[in-house]
Each structure stands twice: as C-alpha cells, then as structure tokens.
C-alpha cells in the first residue's frame, strides 16, 4: 500500500485521461475532483489487490452520466453516499473501493469516497479502459452480481437502489433515473469480498495511468514529442491526425452520441458513445472497442469527447486492450452498440486493421 498526493492523483487524471477513451470524464473534471479530494485529506491510500486480506469487503464506485453535464456539475459527496446506501442494503462495511473503470473522472470519484471514509482505493479496475455501459466488464463476465445497484444524486442527495436479475435491465432503469437527475449520478455497485475480486480485476491500472500521465507531463513539449513516446512505450498506432472538421453530438438516454470528423491525408471519421466506438477511414475501420481510440491535443493533452471542438489538431493513437477485456465474450458486449452505428462485422484486432 502506497499513499498519493496532489502531483500523482493530477498523473493519473492525465494518464487515465488519454486510457479512458474518448469517455470517462473530461481532464478539466478530474482537476476539479482532485480539489474535492483535497478538501477531505491530503493523501488517498492507495492499495493493490493483495494488500487486502480476502475475508473484508468493498464495492465499485463511479460516476454514470453525461460527460458534458459532469464537467460543469462535478461530485463532491454523492460517491460517499452511494456507497453507505449500497452498504446498507446489501449489509456489509467496506475495507476499500473499487474504480469502475479508467478515466480523468472516474478515476477520481472513488477517491472521493475513499478519503471520507478513511479506506484505500484498490489499484485496479474491471476494464482497463472507459466503457458506456455497466455490464461491460470483467466482474459482469466473471459472474459477480451486479445488485443491488445504488445511485445518488449531489445536489439534492436523492439516493435510489436497483434490483434486477439482468444487466441490461440495470444499466436501462439506471439511465432513465440519471436522465431524470439531470445527467450526473454517483453509483455504487458489484458489492464483493476481495477473493472474488482478485479473481476477475485487472491489476494495477490506476498506476499505469499515472505512470502514462507523468510520461505525458515530462515530454509536454510537442504533441509530436507525446506522440511518439506514448506510441514507442505502449505499443500504439497513430491512427490520424489534423484539424477538427466537424463535431456532432447530443445528449440522450443519459449517453453523449457523436462523430469527430478529423481533416488529414487521408480524413478518419470516430464515432462515440461516451467513449470512442469505432475509427473509420472511408468504409474501413481502423479501429474499434474494446481497443482503444484516445485523442490528445497540439500540446500533447489527452482529450475527452467532452472536451473535442471544432477547429481543434488532434492526433488520434490506438491502443489495443487488456488481454483480459480482449476475448469474443468481451466483444459480444459492444457488438449491438456497433450494429447500430453501421459496423455490423466481427471484432478486427488494431494491429492488424491499420496493417
């Protein structure tokens, strides 16, 4: 176990930042969070999966929403909330939390959560990446009950728990109840014991995004320099780069749907659900989820569909996923949300659509 101050929770706002995808929440709400933690302690303890002993329990805890909507309303309390309403639903007491995935937001809340009550931040997530949906993870594919599923708001501390036996039926009744809260929720969910969770997370993310975002923040020069780093260190592919053509997005369902029309030798078009879905150029796809299509701006900062405008120089790298999240199961998972973007074909692995 490991405490973290200030300079590493704003690394790891940067480098979960780029790793969430498109999604996850944007850098400037991650700034924001890392205030908020500040406010309670100034350390969060961060733990790795064996640094809790198998018998004590904990839970996810996330942010669900509109990115654009949790850039201007950002959470201070409702993360805490959400995870005392679960814990007294499901009765038990939590020894540490879980973030739900990577991203300048997400990575954060937990730690919210975490230096209120005075108990670590697990390094580590069940997607290594950020995702649209609740169900898109390696606890859900692992079999780790989803319920009972807690949602609070900020403002008017409104908390609600969900009890369905499908996931698909959460994350459905979840969004409607964070639409009608205005597009900003804090979650808390997949209440577990660390045994289960040692068997399903994937370790250690929370750290290689801090590791990425000190990367990113000492070769800050040129968004060349970023570039060729992040693609050197982990394995990446440039997929484009130019001006920001067009930007076209709207908020429904409690998700932000849009495409980024990049300029270039040749043009590529990202299409995004919350987070990045899938790279085009022309008809062929250069990448798609559960890889990762991550932006970084002209200065080498990572950017978040949030933060995305018309105009912009932005350099879109790939990155391919986590073994864990890379199997046909996992893909199964996105494939109705490609379908219904016009991709209706199977999964083709990054290195080898940009080959």
């Not at 020069?221 to 067009?246: D, F, M």
């Not at 949300?337 to 999964?347: A, D, K, M, Q, V």
Request: aromatic fraction near 6%; proline fraction near 5%; charged fraction near 25%.
């Amino acid at each position: 176990m490991r405490t973290i101050g200030k300079q590493e929770m704003v690394d790891i706002v940067t480098g979960a930042g780029l790793l969430g995808a498109g999604g996850g929440g944007a850098i400037a709400e991650g700034i924001k969070l890392v205030e908020r933690v500040l406010e309670f302690g100034s350390e969060v303890q961060l733990a790795s999966v064996d640094d809790v002993a198998d018998e004590d329990w904990g839970a996810v805890i996330a942010g669900m929403g509109s990115p654009v909507a949790s850039l201007s309303r950002v959470r201070t309390h409702s993360p805490r909330l959400a995870l005392e309403v679960l814990e007294e639903a499901r009765g038990f007491k939590s020894a540490f939390v879980i973030p739900f995935e990577l991203g300048a937001g997400n990575s954060l809340n937990p730690m919210l959560a975490a230096v209120q009550r005075g108990i670590p931040v697990i390094d580590g997530d069940p997607v290594g990446r950020a995702v649209p949906e609740i169900q898109m993870t390696t606890f859900y594919l692992g079999g780790i009950p989803l319920c009972p599923f807690a949602l609070t708001t900020e403002e008017e501390k409104i908390s609600v728990v969900i009890r369905t036996e499908k996931p698909y039926d959460t994350e459905r009744v979840a969004r409607a109840i964070t639409s009608e809260f205005g597009g900003v929720a804090a979650i808390a969910c997949h209440a577990m014991q660390a045994r289960d969770m040692k068997k399903h997370i994937i370790p250690g993310t929370t750290s290689l995004a801090e590791k990425i975002g000190a990367t990113i923040r000492q070769n800050r020069e040129t968004a060349e320099n970023v570039e060729k780093v992040l693609i050197e260190n982990l394995n990446g592919h440039l997929l484009g780069k130019g001006k920001v053509a067009s930007v076209k997005s709207e908020t429904k369902g409690g998700f932000d749907f849009g495409t980024v029309e990049l300029e270039g030798d040749p043009p590529i078009r990202v299409v995004f659900k919350n987070e990045n879905m899938i790279a085009l150029r022309g008809r062929k796809p250069l990448a798609m989820v559960p890889d990762l299509i991550c932006a970084i701006a002209s200065d080498g900062t990572p950017l978040t569909n949030a933060d995305i405008k018309e105009g912009m120089e932005v350099r879109y790298i790939g990155f391919a996923a986590n073994p864990a999240f890379r199997t046909a199961r996992a893909f199964e998972l996105f494939s109705k949300i490609l379908e219904t973007l016009g991709y209706r074909g199977e999964f083709v692995p990054i290195e080898e659509a940009v080959s």
